[in-house]
């Protein structure tokens, strides 16, 4: 995101005594028709996941033994925010795959005898989504700030519509317009804390997409056309 480059030094000088991770939190393929539904639960899921008991009873001096109250007010101070990117894939014409990418800041406390590791996560997720199977989580340490703006820089990738209407053609256009009207003003991308004072501390610019044109489906072409060119002037099918 453009955003954050020119502010990511600060950021990090200001942060680095925290400890950064990507997540990936993945859920079997649904019906297309089934996107936004699903969506509800894996973000109602995620917020269950950042009161989990497991980080209340962390052996840390910061947190008193006896209290087991897993309310996410205690465990929000150890988690110092973060970005969460939804993606839903193209899986066939009937199908779809959502799932969460996720940049976490958290207090350095959660290293050492207190780390989360990749198979524990898998089954806190499974737990807070109600799952029948163990899902698939990927979950790595980021370690220097260009990791970091990597990570955002990636939030902002954009669905490939033009090259999966090359991959699939008409069967993905259908896909695209039923996913459109599942996902109509459902947020892609949600900012917590420190991330959000981040981008506050920056005006939006973002040059790549000021360059992209709007496009939209022509029936009679069969074809994904730039807004402003002369074919998208062409009379459209009934």
């Known amino acids: 995101m453009a955003i954050f480059n020119k502010n990511i030094n600060k950021f990090y000088e200001e942060n680095k005594k925290n400890v950064f991770f990507s997540l990936a939190l993945t859920v079997k393929n649904c019906p297309i028709e089934d996107v936004k539904g699903e969506v509800e639960k894996m973000s109602k899921g995620f917020e269950k996941l950042l009161t989990r ?13 006896s209290k087991t109250d897993c309310s996410k007010k205690r465990f929000q101070g ?32 959660m290293l050492g005898k207190n780390y989360i590791c990749r198979n524990v996560l898998s089954l806190m997720w499974q737990e807070v989504m109600g ?27 954009p669905l490939k519509i033009e090259e999966n209407f090359r991959r699939y053609g008409k069967p993905f256009m259908v896909w695209l317009c039923k996913y ?14 420190i991330f959000q004072e ?35 002037t062409l009379p459209r099918a009934s």
């Open 180 to 193: 459109e009207k599942q996902m109509e003003r459902k947020r892609d991308i949600s900012f917590s804390k």
């Open 131 to 157: 799952l029948d199977y163990e899902p698939q989580v990927n979950m790595k340490r980021l370690k220097v700030k260009e990791q970091i703006l990597q990570e955002l820089h990636y939030f902002a990738k």
């Open 78 to 109: 150890y988690v110092q925010g973060y970005v969460r990117k939804l993606e839903v894939d193209y899986s066939g014409p009937e199908e779809a795959h959502p799932h969460f990418h996720i940049l976490l800041c958290l207090k350095p406390c």
């Open 198 to 232: 981040l981008k506050k501390s920056a005006p939006y610019e973002n040059q790549s997409l000021q360059k992209t044109p709007p496009y939209f489906w022509n029936r009679d072409l069969e074809d994904y056309v730039d807004y402003y060119s002369p074919r998208s």
């Open 53 to 65: 008991k497991t980080f209340q009873s962390l052996q840390n001096p910061e947190i008193n033994p």
